[in-house]
């Protein structure tokens, strides 16, 4: 046959299929899209229909690892925190007691101030105040500037009144960063006390002998390592690995690279248009998860979210779409309303801590400031160099780990890495760095 006769055939192909789906309607053109339009036939037979169909999809279990629980350590030894904070908020579960107002004391309060003081500069216990605020002339080194300069407070506020406030901010600002230390039982009302005492020494403007150290004027950090440079990126070793993997076979005998012959060309911007609202699953799909889902359903590999082949995998199809432009679909109805109720967990207190996202992460609230020696940054730039290596985890971190441990450093339980919420946020993040280019795997501290 000639190439017109073939290019006719096609076309009647083409109109036939047409009117038969006018027939046989939606749902079943669906499951015809599947096997009539698989990318095999379309890469290896000219006459074949290029109509993209839906990508084959495992949807009834899990993507998580099976008896998926929090992460303990990462790949090279840090540890996570392995508290239950049952009794606060996650992003499924509301559990925070409301703030029931403070306790009221009999003053003036006679507490020990160098106890006081000791647990003020405590790590241990909820981070420190010095994570947020300047405390005089003993201030620890890098402290933040989340809260006001404290140096002076205890010329300018009351026992009564610092009591309450320490017990429980809410009482005075119900959307205070500042977690209710009393309320919440970091500390203990005898302790309480004791920092208050503490805090009434405060009487003299602190000076920084090296500007580093005040947080008002400490330089910002700058990721300046080539993220691309394999010497610089250990991340880069994943990229090898996921580009081995798409073309590993499987115990099936199937490979990515069996039905996808060139995916340096059909997916490199693929990657810059998740996560996508799935109707077969009524929820927000990731990069990661769709690997799962898509590897169970086509080669039958095992890939769950966040073991190290999925990653790697993550890695190839996100480096694939490097420099393409983030661009979230949000046509449907499905779509917008889970970038809604991303925004709105966005908004919700989480933990024992009681800090929401656009608590540290917009600038009308904390972003720009210091919290415990890290630099808070704004939602904007935030997820296009995902995954992202981290130095300071020795560990390559998909988004959804880095959402698990923003919920655990606010000492909040954290959700499976495919939960509902974290793919509405993953949709809320998107459409806020919409415009954003595509440049992973990233590297950060
Ligand atoms: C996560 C950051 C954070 C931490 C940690 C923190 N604070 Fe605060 N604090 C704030 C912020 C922000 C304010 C400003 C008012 C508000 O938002 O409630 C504040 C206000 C205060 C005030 C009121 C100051 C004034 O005169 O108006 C006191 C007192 C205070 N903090 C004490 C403490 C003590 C004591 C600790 C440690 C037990 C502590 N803070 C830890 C964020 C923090
Ligand atoms: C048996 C054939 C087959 C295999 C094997 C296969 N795929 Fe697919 N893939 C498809 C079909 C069919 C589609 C949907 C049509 C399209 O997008 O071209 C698709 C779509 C995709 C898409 C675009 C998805 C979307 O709809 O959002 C990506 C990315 C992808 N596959 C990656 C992979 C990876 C990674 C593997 C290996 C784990 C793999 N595929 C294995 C058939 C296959
Ligand atoms: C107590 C403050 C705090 C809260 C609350 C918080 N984060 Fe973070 N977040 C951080 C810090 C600190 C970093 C690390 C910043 C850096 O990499 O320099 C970070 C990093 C991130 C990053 C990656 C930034 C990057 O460029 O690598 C994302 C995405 C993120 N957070 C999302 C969230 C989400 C979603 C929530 C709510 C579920 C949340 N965060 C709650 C402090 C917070």
């Known amino acids: ?43 290896g037979n000219e006459t074949a229909l290029r109509v993209r169909g839906p990508a084959p999809l495992e949807l009834v279990r899990s993507a998580a690892p099976a008896s998926w629980q929090r992460q303990k350590v990462d790949s090279q030894g840090s540890s ?13 579960t509301l ?51 989340v809260g006001p300069d404290l140096s002076l407070v205890g010329a300018t506020r009351s026992d009564e009144w610092l009591f309450n406030y320490v017990y429980d901010p809410r009482t005075f600002n119900p959307g205070s960063i500042m ?18 005492a503490f805090l009434k020494t405060l009487k003299v403007l602190h000076t920084f002998g090296d500007a580093q150290e005040n947080p008002d004027l400490r330089t910002p950090p700058k990721e300046t390592r080539d993220n691309l440079d394999p010497t610089e990126n250990p991340a880069m070793f994943a990229l090898d690995r996921g580009k081995e993997l798409f073309v590993r076979a499987s ?23 998740m996560p996508r609202y799935e109707v077969r699953l009524n929820k927000v799909l990731g990069v990661e998860e769709f690997i799962t889902r898509h590897a169970r359903a086509t080669t039958g590999a095992e890939l769950p979210m966040q073991e ?30 889970a970038a809604a109720s991303g925004r709105a967990l966005m908004q919700r207190k989480l933990g024992q801590l009681n800090m929401a996202c656009v608590d ?40 959804r780990k880095r959402f698990q441990w923003c919920n655990v450093s606010v000492r909040a339980n954290d959700l499976p890495p495919d939960a509902r919420e974290y793919g509405d ?20 501290h």
């Open 95 to 145: 559990a925070t007691p409301p703030g029931n107002g403070a306790i009221h004391l009999v003053t003036p309060i006679e507490g020990d101030a160098a106890k006081g003081r000791q647990l003020a500069f405590d790590r241990t216990r909820g981070g420190s105040c010095v994570a947020c605020h300047v405390m005089g002339k003993d201030t620890p080194p890098q402290p933040g500037n």
């Open 1 to 43: 046959m000639t190439r017109a006769a073939l290019t006719a055939r096609s076309l009647r192909n083409v109109k036939r299929l047409h009117r038969t789906l006018r027939l046989v309607g939606s749902s079943l053109w669906l499951a015809l899209g599947m096997i009539v339009c698989s990318p095999t036939v379309a890469a």
């Open 179 to 196: 977690p209710p230390w009393g309320a919440h039982r970091l500390f203990n009302i005898v302790e309480i006390r004791d920092i208050v």
């Open 360 to 399: 540290c992460h917009t600038r009308e609230k904390h972003a720009f400031k210091w919290a415990r020696g890290q630099y808070l940054v704004e939602s904007r730039g935030t997820i296009a160099h995902f995954p992202t290596w981290r130095t300071s985890r020795g560990d390559i971190w998909d988004i």
């Open 425 to 444: 946020i993953e949709m809320a993040l998107a459409e806020i760095n919409k415009g954003e280019k595509i440049s992973s795997p990233g590297i950060r």
């Open 80 to 92: 996570w925190p392995q508290t239950d904070w049952a009794g606060y908020n996650t992003l499924t």
């Open 251 to 273: 115990a099936q005998g199937k490979s990515c690279a069996s039905c996808h012959a060139a995916p340096e060309s059909t997916m490199k911007s693929w990657a810059a248009q």
């Open 308 to 337: 190290a082949d999925n990653v790697a995998l993550s890695v190839y199809l996100h480096h694939l779409s490097n420099g393409a432009v983030i661009r979230p679909d949000l046509s449907s109805p499905g779509a917008r309303k």
